[in-house]
């Protein structure tokens, strides 16, 4: 099993800026996808965005559509994904996860991953 390793959460104001990073513990080969999810207090885990290894294909959550972006990174040792999120807001605050799939699924939904990381806390500030 791979796993995965979030950096770049933490605290920050209104409008401003954070970029998350998911490292996965060894070159894969066959990602399908990596994606982010995201879960508030007291509320279900949440899609953000999505990325396919290949086509570098990419989704996002409508509530995040022009502020966040995903990115992949197959140059290094390691498959790396990364979320540039700006304009944040305090409905951004959450624990944000990364996670990861070989299979060709719904990118969209928590089911179609396999692998996840241990997540890491955004809070905006108002």
């Known amino acids: 099993q791979v796993q995965l390793v979030e950096s770049g959460g933490g605290l920050v104001q209104v409008g401003g800026s954070l970029r998350l990073s998911c490292a996965a513990s060894?070159?894969?080969?066959?990602?399908?996808?990596m994606a982010w999810f995201r879960q508030a207090p007291g509320k279900e885990r949440d899609f953000v965005a999505a990325i396919t290894w290949r086509g570098g294909w990419t989704y996002y959550a409508d509530s995040v559509k022009g502020r966040f972006t995903i990115s992949r990174d197959n140059a290094k040792n390691t498959d790396t994904v990364n979320l540039q999120m700006d304009s944040l807001k305090p409905e951004d605050t959450a624990v944000y996860y990364c996670a990861a799939t070989k299979f060709n699924t719904n990118v969209l939904r928590s089911t179609g991953y396999n692998d996840w990381g241990q997540g890491t806390q955004v809070t905006v500030s108002s």
């Open positions: 060894e070159r894969t080969f066959s990602t399908y996808a």
